[in-house]
C-alpha cells in the first residue's frame, strides 16, 4: 500500500492547491557526540540518550504528519544526520517525504532544513557571518507543477543574549542582497523563524534597539514602506525587493505562534513578494495562511505544549516552544479582496471602548495612557483619572510605572471575568504624571464604587478567613505569592492593591512592599 501511495501521490499534488508550512521544532539533537551540542543536548548527560531522541523524533514526526505540508520549513535542526533520521521516521509512520535539504554552518549547533515531496532542483547555502554561531540561511529550488520556486528558510537570531536588532539585519541584508541577483520574475516564498514580529518597527524593545529603531524585518526586508506596513491590497502593484508578511491575513488576537512567559508574538512567519500575486506561475491562494493549532500542542491551562526539561533532565514530554504556520499556493490566479478600511488608518478608542468588545478586529490606538501600577509584566492602565483602568496582562514590556503613552492594541480577552489587554506595543513615550489622582483611596472606598481594575492605595483593614474587612465592607482578598498570606485577625495597611476580578470581585497584593502589617 505504501508503494502505491508513492505512485499516486505526484498526481494528486498536481491536481489541488499545496500546502507550505514552516515548524521550529526546538532542539532535534542526536545521540552522537560532535562538540558543537547546546549543554543539555549532550548524549550521556541530562537523560539526553537514544530513547530520548526517538521519543523526540515521534512528537516531531506526529506534528509533521498531522500538519501535512507539501513543503516544509524546520528550523534547530542539529545536522544532516538527524535529519535522515527524521526523514526515516515519517516514512516508517506513513508521511513520507522523498526530497530534503539541510544547510551546513560549520560551528553551529543547530541548522535550518527543508521537506519536500516536490524534486529539490538545487540548493544552496547563504552564508550570512564567518562567525560558528551565525546561522546560514537555506536556499532550495523545487520545480512544483512544472514550475521553478525557490524557497529561503531563515533562522534569524534570537532576542536572547544579546540578542540586538543589528544581528538581525544581517539576516536581512544578506537574504536582500541574494534576491537582488535573481533574474526578474523569480518567484520565491521566504519562511521560517525570523524571532521578529511582523510589525518589529513597532515592538523591537529598548533593550536590543542598537540600529536607532531600524529593524531587519520591516525595514531592510521590506515589509513596511514608509510609515506603513505593506498591504495586501498593495502587494500585487510592490517594486522588487518589497514584501508582504501572512500574518497581517489573521485578526490582530490571533498574529501569534510563540508565548514566551505570557508575551505572544509572530516570530514565525511565511512572506511573500509581488510574484506570488501576479496572475502567472505560482500564486497565493487567499485567506489561506494559518497556525496549525492541534489539539495535544497545549497543555490543561492552555500554555504551548513545549518539551519538557526539568531538573537538568529531559522528561520525554511534549513537543516545542513554536507552533508551525502555513499557506496555501497554486496555479490558479490569485483572487484579490476589495480593502473594506483603509489600513494606513488606526483606529483612535478609549478604555471604555475596550469594555464593550470580546475581540478586536484590526489593532486600535490609545492615547495618552498612564501606567497606574506595574508588577513584573503585568500592569494597569488609564487614560483618565475618572476613566476606567484595564489590564495589561504579561505585555507590558518596558513600560514605567508613572508614565503616559499612546499604545497600539492588538489583543484583548476575558479571563475569568477580568478584561484583560493581552497584547500591547508602544507607539510614543510621553511624559512622567503624578499618581496621585490615578487611585482610590480609603476614604473613597466603599461597595458602590468598587468597580475591577482600578489601584488602591492607603486602605486599612482586617484581615480574615480570605477576606478584608474594612470601610464597613468585606472584600476577597489575594496574594499573588502564598507566603505573604497573613494570619488571620492581622490589621493590615495596603500601600498599592489592584482591583481584579476572578469570578468576582478582588482585591489582589503583588508584593510584599504593597502592603504591611500594623501592630496592635
Known amino acids: 500500500m505504501r508503494y502505491v501511495l508513492l505512485i499516486i501521490l505526484p498526481f494528486l499534488l498536481y491536481g489541488t492547491p499545496f500546502k507550505v508550512a514552516t515548524y521550529n521544532v526546538e532542539n532535534l539533537f ?30 516531531t514526526a506526529e506534528v509533521i504528519c498531522d500538519l501535512d505540508a507539501d513543503v516544509l520549513g524546520l ?42 515531496r516536490f524534486p529539490i532542483v538545487k540548493k544552496h547555502d547563504i552564508q550570512v557571518s564567518f562567525a560558528p554561531r551565525v546561522r546560514n540561511i537555506l536556499e532550495v529550488e523545487v520545480e512544483v507543477k512544472g514550475y521553478p520556486l525557490t524557497f529561503f528558510v531563515n533562522h534569524w537570531k534570537s532576542r536572547a543574549y544579546k540578542g540586538y536588532e543589528s544581528k538581525r539585519i544581517a539576516y536581512a541584508k544578506a537574504l536582500q542582497e541574494r534576491i537582488a541577483r535573481m533574474p526578474e520574475g523569480k518567484e520565491y516564498i521566504i519562511l521560517g523563524d525570523f524571532n521578529s514580529d511582523y510589525n518589529a518597527y513597532i515592538t523591537l524593545e529598548p533593550k536590543h534597539n542598537d540600529t536607532n529603531g531600524k529593524t531587519a524585518f520591516n525595514d531592510v526586508l521590506q515589509t513596511k514602506v514608509g510609515q506603513y506596513l505593506v498591504e495586501e491590497s498593495q502587494i500585487s502593484k510592490a517594486s522588487r525587493g518589497v514584501h508582504f508578511s501572512l500574518w497581517q491575513e489573521l485578526p490582530s488576537h490571533k498574529r501569534w505562534s510563540h508565548n514566551f512567559y505570557g508575551k505572544k508574538s509572530s516570530i514565525d512567519q511565511i512572506v511573500l513578494p509581488q510574484q506570488l500575486f501576479d496572475s502567472r506561475g505560482i500564486e497565493y491562494v487567499n485567506n489561506s495562511f494559518g497556525v496549525f493549532k492541534a489539539p495535544y500542542l497545549f497543555t490543561p491551562k492552555g500554555y504551548i505544549n513545549r518539551w519538557e526539561y526539568k531538573n537538568k533532565k529531559h522528561t520525554g514530554k511534549g513537543y516545542s516552544d513554536h507552533l508551525p504556520v502555513y499557506a496555501l499556493f497554486d496555479t490558479k490566479a490569485y483572487v484579490a479582496e476589495v480593502a473594506k478600511t483603509d ?33 513584573g509584566q503585568n500592569a494597569l492602565i488609564k487614560q483618565t483619572s475618572t476613566s476606567r483602568g484595564i489590564f495589561l496582562y504579561g505585555c507590558a514590556g518596558s513600560l514605567e510605572e508613572g508614565r503616559s503613552y499612546d499604545v497600539l492594541v492588538e489583543g484583548i480577552s476575558t479571563y475569568k471575568g477580568l478584561k484583560e489587554v493581552t497584547n500591547v506595543s508602544v507607539l510614543k ?37 480570605g477576606f478584608l474587612y474594612t470601610e464597613g465592607i468585606k472584600i476577597p482578598l489575594y496574594f499573588k505569592k502564598r507566603k505573604l498570606t497573613p494570619q488571620n485577625g492581622s490589621r493590615l495597611k495596603i500601600d498599592y492593591g489592584h482591583l ?9 497584593i503583588y508584593d510584599a512592599g504593597d502592603f504591611e502589617i500594623l501592630e496592635e
Open 343 to 375: 489600513p494606513k488608518q488606526l483606529l483612535k478608542k478609549t478604555v471604555d471602548d475596550l469594555y464593550t468588545v470580546e475581540s478586536l478586529a484590526q489593532p486600535v490606538v490609545l492615547e495618552d495612557v498612564v501606567v497606574v501600577l506595574k508588577r
Open 429 to 465: 513615550e510621553k511624559a512622567r504624571v503624578n499618581l496621585e489622582t490615578y487611585s482610590v483611596y480609603a476614604d473613597d472606598f466603599n461597595a458602590k464604587n468598587l468597580r475591577q481594575n482600578e489601584v488602591v492605595r492607603n486602605l486599612k483593614g482586617v484581615y480574615k478567613d
Open 30 to 59: 542526536d545521540a552522537v557526540y560532535d562538540g558543537t551540542e547546546y549543554e543539555d543536548y549532550t548524549p550521556g548527560k541530562h537523560n539526553w540518550n537514544r530513547r530520548m531522541v526517538e521519543t523526540k523524533l515521534n512528537h
Open 500 to 508: 481584579g476580578y476572578y469570578k468576582k470581585l478582588q482585591l489582589v
Open 75 to 116: 528550523q534547530e535542526i542539529e545536522n544532516e544526520r538527524i535529519l535522515g533520521q527524521l526523514v526515516e521516521k515519517l516514512k516508517k509512520v506513513g508521511c513520507p517525504y522523498v526530497y530534503s535539504a539541510v544547510s551546513h554552518k560549520k560551528g553551529s549547533s543547530i541548522q535550518v532544513a527543508l521537506l519536500s
